[in-house]
């Protein structure tokens, strides 16, 4: 493995792709960003956020709990996230602070427990877990092809059911009441997504880890909708997003290994946040100040 890169891009471009680690690398980053743009715009546009971080939260004490059994970390992780979703999708959802009140406590309750079952998990296992900064904060090393493709048959089924609850899922998100009173099974739809959003943070921590799920589930959607209000476009921008940050953050820790991967991906969602953020209120100042000036 070459460290720091040089002047030749096109041999540096060739070496990402000269050992097949890297090349499952980037099969899984693409799956899963993709999976976690569809995703991640609507969590940010339902202002579901907090759950979607104790889900990903909860795959640690996940993959921690199957290794402790001698199972596969990967079926931990789904089986965790998509477990916890369920329980949170069983608090009402009606509308009023009292309710809103109730499921965030509920949230915060389930995020507790299970950072607590992952510590008991880890003394259970003999007070040292190999593998526990993987789970915690990502890797990119050993993705096997047989992983690869467990992702992409996830990946596809999650969004093809996304695709099934789309319209009305974005219906009952923009107007909860006039979507119930129209028949939308909005109860239904929610708890669809927090399954589907559940499969996402499960898939999304493999490579992220536990704690860095936002970098690519939160990140891409916050960014796009700084840019634009329009639902399409902005759609679209989380999944080009997602899928800039997971492959320079790739390229970044080939060649620089020093730091962890999840430091590369994790910043450069933050930069193009600030950045989107940051020009956005540019663009208004100047509005602002160009009004002023013609009303002058």
């Not at 009140?101 to 427990?113: H, P």
Request: charge should be positive; charged fraction near 10%.
């Amino acid at each position: 493995m070459n460290t720091g890169l040089s002047w030749n891009l096109a041999e540096d471009f060739r070496q990402l792709f000269l050992y097949s680690f890297m090349v499952n690398a980037y099969r899984a980053g693409t799956i899963i960003a993709v999976l976690a743009g569809a995703l991640g715009w609507y969590m940010v546009l339902r202002r579901q956020s907090f759950a979607g971080h104790t889900l990903a939260v909860v795959s640690f004490p996940g993959a921690a709990g199957a290794i402790l059994l001698g199972a596969s970390a990967s079926a931990g992780y789904f089986v965790a996230a998509i477990a916890a979703a369920i329980v949170i999708a069983a608090v009402p959802r009606s509308l009023g602070g009292k309710a809103r009140s109730s499921e965030s406590a509920v949230i915060g309750t389930v995020q507790a427990f299970a950072l607590a079952c992952g510590a008991l998990f880890v003394s259970l296992y003999g007070g040292f877990l190999n593998s526990l900064t993987n789970l915690l904060f990502g890797t990119f090393l050993g993705i096997s092809p047989a992983q690869v493709l467990t992702l992409l048959v996830v990946a596809a089924v999650a969004l093809a059911a996304l695709a099934a609850i789309a319209r009305p899922l974005f219906f009952a998100t923009v107007d909860p009441d006039v979507a119930e009173a129209r028949g939308v099974p909005v109860r239904f739809v929610g708890t669809a997504f927090l399954v589907l959003l559940g499969c996402a943070a499960g898939e999304v921590s493999q490579i992220t880890g536990a704690l860095l799920v936002f970098a690519l589930l939160v990140m891409p959607a916050a960014t796009a909708q700084q840019i634009t209000p329009r639902p399409a476009l902005s759609f679209a921008l989380t999944i080009a997003c997602g899928l800039l940050i997971a492959w320079l953050g790739l390229a970044i820790a080939y060649f620089y290994p020093e730091y962890p991967f999840g430091f590369y991906l994790t910043t450069l969602g933050f930069v193009s946040y600030v950045a989107a953020a940051g020009g956005r209120a540019a663009a208004s100042r100047v509005r602002k100040v160009g009004l002023q000036a013609v009303t002058a």
